[in-house]
């Protein structure tokens, strides 16, 4: 995905302060030919930053100060390794980051550690979110205009302007709330809202 990509080009080899493991769960395969087992861990050498296999054990996964989980299928994650989690986010102060997608992040996990962990209130389902009919820019929301993660340039109207510039939306997630203390920094913003504001 195009996210996997631009995390990994971001964070790879450029400060030896940031040690990468990225993991590919379900990577293209070359038939007749099964890529050996290497275990994502903080202790490899810097610079071997491709995975096979998460994390085994809760000591492995407290090595990390960020955690990113991609839009996974549900069955990537067992129960077990949830509650890992939580306890790196709630006990280590460990980032925990949640790329949604269309396919399964957040809505396909029914698993209440994972809920608990995922900042939006929702209904589990096994649909896909792909092909919405309506179309969808960024918007910062009161709270992000001034918030240090989407500053991404100086100047509050320039920042706005980046981000309607970002590219569109063609899917997004329906919620029923937010979990406490979740705040919302961007939300869609309709193309039709988008030009009769214009108008």
């Given at each position: 995905r195009w996210e996997f990509r631009y995390l990994r080009n971001l964070?790879?080899?450029r400060d030896q302060s940031i040690h990468l493991q990225s993991v590919l769960l379900?990577?293209?395969?070359?038939?007749g030919h099964e890529p050996a087992k290497v275990v994502a861990s903080a202790s490899r050498p810097f610079g071997e930053a491709n995975a096979t296999h998460l994390p085994e054990t809760e000591e492995e996964w407290r090595k990390f100060d960020v955690i990113i989980v991609g839009d996974i299928g549900p069955d990537s994650l067992s129960d077990s390794q949830w509650e890992i989690l939580s306890r790196c986010v709630t006990e280590r102060a460990a980032l925990l980051?949640?790329?949604?997608?269309?396919?399964?992040?957040p809505h396909a996990f029914s698993s209440e550690t994972?809920?608990?962990?995922?900042p939006v209130k929702y209904e589990?389902?096994?649909?896909?979110y792909y092909g919405s009919e309506e179309v969808f820019h960024f918007g910062l929301t009161n709270t992000g205009r001034n918030h240090p993660i989407t500053?991404?340039?100086?100047?509050?109207?320039?920042?706005?302007?980046?981000?309607?510039?970002?590219?569109?939306?063609?899917w997004r997630h329906p919620i029923e709330g937010?979990?406490?203390g979740?705040?919302?920094?961007?939300?869609?913003v309709s193309n039709q809202k988008k030009k009769e504001s214009v108008n």
């Open positions: 964070f790879y080899g379900e990577p293209d395969r070359i038939a980051v949640l790329v949604a997608g269309p396919e399964s992040m994972a809920k608990q962990l995922i589990a389902s096994k649909r896909t500053a991404q340039v100086e100047g509050q109207i320039r920042n706005e302007q980046l981000w309607a510039g970002f590219p569109e939306i063609r937010l979990q406490p979740a705040e919302v920094l961007l939300h869609a």
